[in-house]
């Protein structure tokens, strides 16, 4: 589970993380990342209609959750990364580990 301070809630967080970050994509998931200002890291998720219906996308999100707790660790102190669901997320979930490992990898491997 993330913590309240892991979690990334500002739109213009979101904004200035997705247009001006780094950006990985594979094709379940697309990772954002940039450095911030401040610490802590934070992290922040996009499931969109377009993968499914509710139940579909909280499943994805909390998927995704799981993966990027354990992987928060080894962030940098001020990143910001974005994690965006795409809706081959729902529809092919066995992928979305190796996809969500691959795009993250690449992500924090440009920023910093």
Known sequence: M???GARMRSSDEFRLTVRRGVRAARP???VHARLGDS???Q???VVSKAVGN???RNRTKRRLRHLVAARLTGLPETARVVVRALPAAA???ERLVDDFTAAWDRAISRVG
């Open 2 to 4: 993330l913590s309240s």
């Open 28 to 30: 379940s998931v697309v």
């Open 39 to 41: 610490p802590p890291a």
């Open 43 to 45: 992290v922040g998720f």
């Open 54 to 56: 509710a139940v579909t």
């Open 91 to 93: 529809t092919t979930p």
